[in-house]
């Protein structure tokens, strides 16, 4: 992980030291640049300590894999503590799916405690989830802008605006991190926020 040269090694170092990680190793791509969380058996967040937010517009780009139930990864943020927050992620693995249900499953937004995707999906059917667009490789890198008010989210994926809602909490948390749910890992790069 830090083996190269001596400033690639402080790079990474300072890289990784800027997160504050709940339950995932972290790790930093070479090649990339490249955060990574390894895969694990329960949700994952690695929180950025010398980063806050609160409204505006964060843009990043995920990798995820086309591994059915096994790939979420996603953006925390108005994180009040390591459980309480708001989530954007994403289900690369229902990008291409074929299946009409799968296939408006693939970006979902979450508001942990009170409302994980199974209440969501149940009390609001296709409100806080939507489909891709299908030419999108669930295995490659994808762009995506999350525009924040407080009283709208907005998510673009590769510039399409594919979700808007209305957050369904008002959280004073500014804490905001790279996520993957349950059983997942991830790649995310390129993280702006504005």
Known sequence: MVSGNLHSAKKDIETIMCCKVVNPKISVDKQSGAIQLNEMDKVEIAWITDKKFSTGTIKLEP?????????????????????????????????????????CHAVQYIANLKYDWPKLRAEFPNQYEQSVCSDIDPNQWFYVKIEVSTDKIKVYLNEQAILELKPLVQTTGKMIGYWAGDGSGGDWKNLKIY
């Open 63 to 103: 990798r995820g894999k086309d591994k059915f139930q096994g790939s979420f990864p996603g953006i925390a943020f108005h994180g009040l503590n390591d459980t309480t927050y708001e989530a954007i992620y994403f289900r690369p693995f229902n990008f291409r799916s074929t299946g009409p249900i799968r296939k």
